[in-house]
């Protein structure tokens, strides 16, 4: 029994490799390679949404296949996240829809399911969208700063973000660990008491808010999430935890 780590940073998977007896850990950055020497036994820690179809096919992952599939489906995520928070956003949604957008202001158009603020939209930056067979949410625009409260393992911390796009996770040009707000900090805890009562696992479990002295926003739940330098080490000791515990 190995341990596979798929299209993890470098420096983080030479830090595992390091820990532990040769060829027990194997890194790979090729998903047909994960596909093709993996066995059932292996722990396989997968770093990459864009092939998280493969995820499918493997048997023993983090994150599992249960939060891998909630988080593939922003709809259906905040239909049920919606329902924990105490900061929903209002928002309408729509299922495999054709046809064409014209934008409205004050609103969020959020095409799919593509992380890191690709597929969102809002005027006047744009004005008109054509979306064919994709899902849709239409939802209001809060003004307020970007917080992701990251959970490594149990261990929360807050990150702002800072960008100069209203879409706060594009364009970021800097990344600051903060002291989590208060009201932010136990809306995160609640969510994710209820995800490991449901068995929705992963190594890193990103909440993200817009937060503003008037209003909060509960956005989406991310589950591959990127890892501010500050806490490299705590996210590889947390790496170190689980597959010696394997």
């Given at each position: 029994?190995?341990?596979?780590?798929?299209?993890?940073p470098?420096?983080?998977?030479t830090?595992l490799?390091?820990?532990f007896p040769?060829g027990?850990?194997q890194?790979?950055s090729d998903p047909n390679?994960?596909?093709?020497?993996s066995?059932?036994?292996?722990?396989?820690?997968f770093y990459?949404?864009h092939?998280r179809k493969?995820l499918?096919?493997?048997?023993?992952?983090?994150p599992n296949?249960?939060m891998?599939?909630l988080?593939?489906?922003?709809?259906?995520q905040?239909?049920?996240?919606?329902t924990i928070?105490?900061?929903p956003?209002?928002?309408e949604?729509?299922?495999n829809i054709?046809?064409?957008?014209t934008?409205?202001?004050?609103?969020?158009y959020?095409?799919?399911n593509?992380?890191?603020?690709k597929?969102?939209?809002?005027?006047?930056?744009t004005?008109v969208?054509?979306?064919?067979?994709?899902n849709?949410?239409?939802?209001e625009?809060?003004q307020?700063r970007?917080?992701?409260?990251l959970?490594?393992g149990n261990?929360?911390f807050?990150?702002?973000?800072f960008s100069?796009n209203?879409l706060?996770?594009?364009?970021t040009y800097?990344?600051e660990?903060?002291?989590p707000?208060?009201?932010?900090l136990e809306?995160?805890?609640r969510?994710k008491?209820f995800l490991?009562?449901?068995?929705y696992?992963?190594?890193?479990?990103g909440?993200?808010?817009?937060?503003?002295?008037?209003k909060i926003?509960?956005?989406?739940?991310n589950?591959?999430?990127?890892?501010?330098e500050?806490l490299e080490?705590?996210?590889i000791?947390?790496l170190?935890e689980?597959?010696?515990?394997?």
């Open positions: 029994m190995k341990t596979i780590l798929f299209d993890l470098i420096k983080i998977s830090e490799i390091k820990h040769h027990t850990i890194p790979y390679k994960v596909l093709k020497y066995k059932q036994s292996d722990l396989i820690i990459n949404y092939y493969i499918k096919q493997l048997d023993n992952t983090l296949k249960k891998s599939e988080c593939e489906d922003r709809i259906n905040l239909i049920l996240l919606d928070t105490s900061y956003t209002k928002k949604f729509y299922k054709s046809r064409k957008i934008l409205k202001p004050d609103l969020i959020k095409v799919g593509e992380q890191q603020g597929d969102k939209y809002f005027y006047p930056e004005k969208i054509n979306i064919y067979h994709q849709l949410i239409v939802e625009l809060i307020g970007s917080i992701r409260i959970f490594i261990q929360p807050a990150v702002e973000q100069n209203l706060k996770n594009v364009n800097k990344e660990i903060i002291t707000p208060k009201e932010l809306d995160a805890l969510i008491d490991d009562k449901n068995e696992f992963s190594p890193t479990i909440l993200d808010y817009i937060y503003s002295e008037n926003g509960f956005l989406e739940l589950d591959m999430c990127g890892i501010p500050q080490e705590t996210f000791e947390h170190k689980i597959i010696s515990n394997k």
